[in-house]
């Protein structure tokens, strides 16, 4: 048997354990990991029931709920399924060849946003800051909102200091909810966004703090909030937080679509 063990085999090994590791990775995040690893405890005791010891009757029974298995286990890590598949879709070097294949007239490295967008939306952060109005501005870098975008309500307008100074006044009907910006133009307000429920997010951010974790892990917008108790502002980009971010710095992560 071991003089059948090739390079393929090898390679075999190799893949399915980078796999696995990633399927790891993802769900060390959530509070699936011990499920996910319950269910590779039972693989391998499916394996080696069947394949290695090559019991006919219990294997059988095993290979009969692995089978069903499969499908149940889309159902429960639907979620992290859908994860796995971003992350290895915005892959940093997968996306440099995206931007390669689409042709953009943008260079790698480049700003992604132009300076006269996003001066405004820096102004009105500060101006927020300072009198310590809340708000969630989420800024679409390659990936579409269109679903977030729809479930807000509709503005289409140039993007405007005066007029995101407004949208998230205390009393204005929309100051709940985010904003969602795309090439220099405010979309919608009041849009609903994924909540993030990770464990490791600080005990004083609230919702929107959450919400624009939520958006950063499921896609490859940049969130700014400006806090309602502390006026700090704090971004999120990827999955990570900057916290309490200066003029300067949110000038240069706005153009750059990131951090």
Sequence with gaps: ???NFGIKDIIDILLTAVILYYFYKVMSETRSVRVFSGVLIFITFWII?????EMKL????????????????IVLFQDEIRHFFYDLGTHDRLGKIVHYLRNDHKKLGEYRHERNDI?????ACLNMSKQKVGALIVVQNDLPLGDFIDSGESIDARVSQRLIENIFFKNSPLHDGAM????GRIMAAACIMPTSHDIDIPKEFGLRHRAAKGTSNDTDA?????????????AAYKGKFKMRVTSEELEEILMKGGF
């Design 180 to 183: 969602i910006v795309k090439d």
């Design 119 to 123: 001066y405004p939306i820096v102004m």
């Design 222 to 234: 940049l969130a700014i909030v400006v806090s309602e108790e502390t006026g700090n502002i704090t």
């Design 49 to 53: 029931i069947s394949k290695v010891l």
């Design 1 to 3: 048997m071991l003089f």
């Design 58 to 73: 219990l294997g059988s029974i095993l290979d009969q709920l692995v089978s069903v298995g499969a499908i149940a286990l």
